[in-house]
């Protein structure tokens, strides 16, 4: 699934236009971007947290020639997943529509 | 920043959309990715990253508080892997 995958899913759903549904997908990412740019943690409440994270210099080889290297320091992004989406991809319902379901049972 | 703090970002940018409809499109975006990896797809997104599950075999684990032994069942975690350009952006050797 690529970026106009998720744009196609918004025009479908909500019926605004393809260029529309693109648009915003654009300006999401180059928000989030930006954000994680100022080194600013990023939250998204039922999705998961983008965590900007230092790393110290240190020793890394060549794994090719077994040649000794320096890893500069850096930082690097990490998302942590909530645990909603966690429990979702492990095909465990939210809540919310597990109680539909009993509902219509 | 919060997915409030996200959600009025993008508000601002848009025209044409309030910002209870924007709300809704970011949501519906953010549950996209997460529909996607649980029905076992994975998601690329050139520049900015990739999402998709990684499996965690079963292992052994122990109750921190009695010190019995347990099995912990494999499970699957999602993992995103930053992209290029995001990494470059992050680490301040790219524009953003």
Do not use: C
């Amino acid at each position: 699934m690529k970026k106009v995958d998720i744009a196609n899913e918004l025009y479908e759903k909500i019926g605004i236009s393809k260029k529309e549904a693109m648009d915003i997908v654009e300006l999401v990412l180059d928000t989030l971007k930006d954000s994680l740019k100022n080194g600013e943690i990023v939250k998204i409440a039922g999705f998961g947290n983008f965590v900007v994270r230092n790393k110290r210099e240190r020793k890394g080889r060549n794994p090719k020639t077994g040649e000794e290297i320096g890893i500069s320091p850096r930082k690097v992004v990490t998302f942590r997943p909530s645990h909603i989406f966690k429990e979702y991809v492990n095909g465990q319902k939210p809540q919310v529509e597990s109680l539909e379901s009993q509902k219509s049972e | 920043m919060t997915k409030t703090d996200l959600i009025e970002k993008v508000s601002l940018k848009t025209t044409g959309l309030t910002k209870k409809q924007t709300e809704i499109i970011v949501n519906m975006l953010f549950d996209s990715i997460k529909e996607a990896l649980a029905t076992g797809d994975k998601i690329a997104i050139r520049g900015f990253g990739s999402f998709r599950v990684r499996n965690r075999r079963n292992r052994e684990g122990r109750n921190p508080k009695t010190g019995e032994t347990v099995t912990v069942p494999e499970k699957r975690v999602p993992f995103f892997k930053a992209g290029k350009e995001l990494k470059e952006v992050v680490d301040g050797k790219a524009p953003g």
